[in-house]
């Protein structure tokens, strides 16, 4: 553990910050076009920071009357005061403006827009990019990108409405045009959709038959077989994606990362993470029982952990101290006056 636990900068993956309208698809399937096979459902972009050295120490943040609370909603903690911009989330001041922790000083929680990846404004959640075949036509960033680009009241953009002489929209190259039939390309009629019932996953393997998509991913249909992947900052965990920064579900185990006394559990994307209050330390390094040392008094942990008070000295405000009555050491190496031990970087 690093000297108290840093203020990580956990996380951060910043999702796609293009405005760019999300009328241009990319791809060939009614609904959701090119999905990247490539995606790893259990891949972190988060950036790591190292949180387990072999001697931990005095926590450098302001004292607090107790250790933040963990929220499955979580609200901001009510933890030490962080710089302008910043905010108070699981043991680590983080950007009011990343999206993984929403984007209002108050809260936590990520933000999730369907079928959209999200970025910051104003202190709100917004719309950065639609998912591909998909637009936001009702400019409304709650309901995400919620206009299905395959459908005829709606061909390849916003309120393109195919006409009675052509009402069918069908896959033309990078976008969709409404034509009289369907072609290779997309060879089966789904009510007025041309498809292909291997790779649509709004019909896959038959008309109507939807891939499941939870929140924060991107449902696809290969071989006739629906799956899907996590978005960007977002981890699978059975069948949802998860937040890679969320302590309840950290990691490619999802599982609640622990914590104890005195302390905040925390995830760095891969995984857990424990900050202690101000004035204690896991000088034990087992996070199940927190920071369990006071490091003001503890004689065997004295301003840091590992530094004991020997003879007759005892800890005082993190500093050993000799007893009038007790003869100190010539020497004074194992033990210092509280003025010695100001500047000890405990």
Known sequence: MTIGIPRHAVGATLVALGLFACNSVLGNDPGILDVDASVDAAAFDVVTSDVADSMPRIDAQPMSDAAPAVDSAPLADAGPTCSAGKKYCFGACVDTNDPLYGCATGVCMPCSLPRASATCAAGACTIGTCQAGYSDCDGNAATGCETDLSQPAHCG??????????????????????????????PTLCTNQCVDLATNATHCAGCNTVCPMPMNSVASCTQSQCSFACTTGFHKCTDHCASNVDPATCGSSCTACPSGANSTAGCNGTSCTLACSAGFADCDANPSNGCE?????DNANCGVCGRACTGASMCVSGACVW???????????????????TDDGG
């Open 157 to 186: 953009a916003c309120n393109a409405v195919c006409p009675s002489g052509a009402p069918i929209c069908s896959p033309s190259g990078a976008t969709f045009a409404c034509t009289t039939g369907c072609t290779a390309q997309a």
């Open 293 to 297: 040392v006071t490091l003001a008094t």
């Open 323 to 341: 007893p009038p009555d007790a003869s100190a050491p010539d020497s004074g190496a194992a033990d210092a006056s509280p003025a010695d031990a």
